[in-house]
């Protein structure tokens, strides 16, 4: 049974910093892809950034060049340096794999104030 494990949200002025850590176990987390998502109340939970098994990183167009995802596999846990937030990345923030083939954690509440 894998669980999905977030933390590291909370609430920043626009302009600040997060780094989100999501801890997997139960699983063979070094060997799968890894993603981050995030989801507003009402709309669909959308793709922010993905890592391979090799660290082959991919980011959705709105965080390029502010976010970052890294893994260690060792600790079987991947992480989202979040900076320059902006308000709309208010969100809660998920992790799992890029086909989504676990079940969801409790998530993580990003909010970013004006």
């Known amino acids: 049974q894998v669980q999905l494990v977030e933390s590291g949200g909370g609430l920043v002025q626009a302009g600040g910093s997060l780094r989100l850590s999501c801890v997997v176990s139960g699983s063979i987390f070094s060997i799968v892809a890894m993603n981050w998502y995030r989801q507003v109340p009402g709309e669909q939970r959308e793709s922010v950034a993905s890592?391979?098994?090799?660290?082959?990183?991919n980011y959705a167009h709105s965080v390029k060049g502010r976010f970052t995802i890294s893994r260690d596999n060792a600790k079987d846990t991947v992480y989202l340096q979040m900076n320059s937030l902006q308000p709309e990345d208010t969100a809660v923030y998920y992790c799992n794999t890029i086909n989504r083939d676990w079940d969801w954690g409790q998530g993580t509440q990003v909010t970013v104030s004006s």
């Open positions: 890592i391979s098994r090799w660290g082959i990183t």
